[in-house]
């Protein structure tokens, strides 16, 4: 079965640290970007970061998270992370990691086509 599966959701104080994974199966990163989004209630889904299928070091951010967020991808072990440092209450949201039909990064939520589960991240004040 081909899916996603994302993980490392939890409960922080503002300004803690997290690092959510997304481990896929039944396919391979190769050929993909890989993208994580949020969305909190009552808002609209937000592209937070992706990454591209062959160069860690392609990226793109949200303004909301840059410099706060970094995303980086292992794609001997088909994982995906995104370490969430300065965590604010604002970013409480369920985080869903996606896989693009692209294999450069992209943040429109209309261009991917494969979605895991999603992981809440709860920030206090």
């Known amino acids: 079965e081909v899916q996603l599966q994302a993980s490392g959701g939890g409960s922080v104080q503002a300004g803690g640290s997290l690092r959510l994974s997304c481990a896929a199966s039944?396919?391979?990163?190769?050929?993909?970007?890989i993208g994580w989004f949020r969305q909190a209630p009552g808002k609209e889904r937000e592209g937070v970061s992706c990454i591209s299928s062959s160069d860690n070091d392609d990226t793109v951010y949200s303004d909301s998270v840059k410099g706060r967020f970094t995303i980086a991808s292992d794609n001997a072990k088909n994982t995906v992370y995104l370490q969430m440092n300065s965590l604010k209450p604002e970013d409480t949201a369920t985080y869903y990691c996606?896989?693009?039909?692209?294999?450069?990064?992209?943040?429109?939520?209309?261009?991917?086509?494969?979605w895991g589960q999603g992981t809440e991240v709860t920030v206090s004040s």
């Open positions: 039944g396919l391979s990163f190769d050929d993909h970007a």
């Open positions: 996606a896989r693009a039909r692209r294999t450069t990064p992209v943040r429109e939520a209309g261009l991917y086509d494969l």
